[in-house]
Each structure stands twice: as C-alpha cells, then as structure tokens.
C-alpha cells in the first residue's frame, strides 16, 4: 500500500496494534504508489495472504479472484465489490448531514469526486438530508474531467459556476478533503465567504490538508486504526480456515473534527445567534436556560419564543441536544465509565444522562456505545445487512 498517505498510515497502525495482541506473523511491507508496478519480488513472493490498498487488477495474478487469501483497504469500496475493509459511507454522511443541519443550514448539497466511486455517498447524504424533514436538498455538479481527484481549469471552473449558482448560505460535502481544498480555493477565487456563505466539510480528516487550508477544514474522521485492526483479524482468520477471505465489512467513522470551514450558524436574530454561540461554548456545564437568556439580554419566554420559530425547539431542547451529541462522541471514542462521561457532557449524574439519552436517541447509552464500535459486515455480492454486529 502508498504508506505515506495519511489513510494508509492509520491502517499501518492498526495492523501493528493487532499484531500486539497476537503472535505469528512476519511481515514484509512494500510502500508503493497506486500507479507503480508491482515490483518482481512479489511475483515470486510465498507469503500466506495480502492486505493490499491497491487495485485487485493491479496484484500478480496468483493474487487475483480469491485464488489466496487477500483482504483489500481502500478509503472507498470499488465498484466491483471485493473482499476488504472500508468506511462507512452511510455513516459518514449521516454524520457530515447533521452536523451542518445543526449549524442552521436549509441547503446541503454534495461534491463528488469524478469517479463514480462516490455514488454510495452521495446516495446516503440525500437519504439522510432528506430524513431531517427540513427541506434540505442534495445537488450535484456536472460530473468533472479531471481523472480521480485531480482537477484541471475546467475542472475549477465548473465547481466555480456551480458554487455561484447555489442558494447562500450554503452547506457542501465534499466526498474527499482534495475536493473540499478545491472548493475552497473555488470560493476564494469567486468571492464567496467560507463558513458564511459555503460551509464545508470533507470526508476522511486528514488533519496535515485539514489543517493547511484556510479556514481550517471540518471533517469526518474515517477510524483508519480500526480497519487496519479489522483487516489484521480476518486475513488472519482467512489463513487459518484455509479459505479465502469473502466478506465486505465496514467501519463507522470514529466522529467528526469540527474546524472553522463550517462554523456557522445560519440564522438571522442576533439574540439566537448569541444564545447558539454561548451554548456551544458552555452546554457540557451547568449552564440553565435561564441564565442563556439572561446572558444574552431578554426574557427567557421571548428567546424560547424566538428559538422555536427559528429553530423548531427550545433553549432547554437546545442544551439537551448538544449534550447528548457530546455523551455520543464520548462514548463513541473513549472508555470512560457512565458517570465520567455524564459529568464531561454536562450531566448531573449518571441517570440523568441514561434517562436523557435514552428520550433523544432511542436506546441506553451502553447500547449506543456498542453500535457504534459494531461494524457492518456482508459477503461480497449482497447489500449490507441492516443491523450491525460486532467483529
């Protein structure tokens, strides 16, 4: 695989962790760009199984259609499903949907890449924009020129007219961070304002591109360390039976890394702007709704009036609202026992946040954790499963 980009590198990381926790193997690693040629060693290489990033058409033919076992990492699934790990796509856009719909956003939209290996994702943005009953719509450019995430002028040009023709403000997903940059340099180029006119967020977190943009890009965190550890698990279980590795199995992103591309709140009133601002500073203390309205200078029944008409919800549903989101992330992404958690959300205790979740989500905060560490899995040729389970 190309281990010097940043995906491959968490993957790297996730093999090593496994290989902490089991003994056995000896590996042989061969860094590579996705176009180089596959080097004359592994033709003759006798190994007992491939974890490999690159094309399945790009491995020696003794490697190719299940004749040993091999499981494929790639950031997205091919178009011809093959045996590997990947992200989770429906996740990711559920993810990247609802965090621009909680900044006040009617209009999401969604820029692929060329390729036509964004259609699942950008199906799952439409599915989940469209699920949040706000009149939230999907658009999508003319398909671009460029070969992969590559753009040339006419590729800029066209996301330049397209961004012009959008109705402002303006949320857009990006199917990659390449692409989000190209959108920000689109904007830069035509005058639009990132975050208040197009906010954006990408896909993947690569947090040295993230980081280099300006603003800052928001984006999904694909768990690269989990689906090395994955991969790790069932090539080893693939060499053991003796048979080839048949399953596709995807990993839910570990959360969403919040930047300046996208902090925005698309609303008018300026108490609710400020109400919003403090909220989200502030809602994982124990800040009342009382002193949210005291805060911003009116009486607490003319803010929870004005919240509902822009927003469809109270100051208090606001407050509750950012601090499940904050106990998911939490128990997404740490080990923390019930009662930390609830303390770091902004909880009382522990069966204020029980009861809470289990309003607002629809499940116990134990049952969420273990979704959402699950990892949809199916074998090659069938649509995923609806229920999660855990590898």
Same mark, same amino acid.
């Given at each position: ?29 061969? &860094?590579?760009?996705?176009?180089? !040629? ?90 989940? !924009? ?65 975050? &208040? ?65 996208? &902090? ?52 208090? &549903? ?74």
């Amino acid at each position: 695989m190309e281990a010097a980009a940043s995906f491959s590198r968490g993957v790297l990381q996730g093999i090593s962790r496994w290989l902490g926790q089991h003994e056995g193997w000896m590996i042989t690693i061969d &860094d590579r760009g996705p176009e180089a !040629a596959i080097p004359g060693w592994l033709l003759r290489w006798a190994g007992d199984g491939l974890i490999s990033g690159l094309d399945e058409s790009s491995l020696p033919r003794p490697w190719r259609a299940g004749r040993r076992p091999v499981v494929h990492v790639r950031g997205r699934m091919p178009v011809v499903p093959v045996p590997g790990v990947y992200p989770d796509d429906e996740s990711a856009a559920r993810l990247a949907v609802a965090h621009l719909a909680e900044r006040g956003l009617k209009h999401v939209v969604f820029c692929p890449v060329a390729s036509t290996l964004a259609q699942p994702l950008c199906d799952a943005v439409g599915q989940h !924009a469209a699920s949040l009953g706000r009149g939230l719509e999907v658009l999508e450019p003319p398909r671009m020129r460029g070969r992969g995430e590559r753009a040339d002028d006419e590729d800029r040009q066209t996301i330049v007219r397209w961004l012009a023709s959008l109705p402002k403000p303006v949320g857009v997903i990006a199917a990659s961070d390449v692409r989000a940059l190209q959108i920000l340099e689109a904007c830069r180029s035509s005058g639009l304002a990132v975050p &208040d006119d197009v906010a954006i967020v990408g896909i993947g977190d690569d947090e040295v591109l993230c980081g280099l943009a300006t603003p800052a890009l928001t984006s999904v965190t694909h768990d690269c360390r989990r689906i090395g550890h994955e991969a790790a698990r069932m090539l080893d279980e693939a060499m053991r039976s003796g048979r080839t590795a048949s399953a596709v199995v995807f990993v839910p992103p570990a959360g969403i890394a919040v930047r300046r591309s996208s &902090d925005v709140l698309a609303v008018d009133d300026a108490d609710i702007k400020k109400a919003l601002r403090l909220i989200q500073a502030k809602a994982c203390t124990e800040l009342s709704a009382a002193e949210v309205a005291t805060a911003v200078g009116i009486s607490r029944r003319l803010l929870d009036r004005k919240f509902q008409l822009a927003l469809g919800h109270t100051i208090h &549903d606001e407050l509750q609202r950012t601090r499940v989101a904050e106990a998911k992330r939490l128990l997404a992404a740490t080990d923390d026992k019930l009662l930390v958690v609830s303390v770091r959300s902004g909880f009382a205790h522990a069966p204020q946040l029980c009861n809470v979740f289990k309003t607002v989500v629809g499940m116990s905060p134990m049952q969420y954790r273990k979704a959402a560490r699950s990892c949809r899995e199916t074998l090659v040729g069938k649509k995923p499963p609806a229920s999660t389970r855990r590898p």
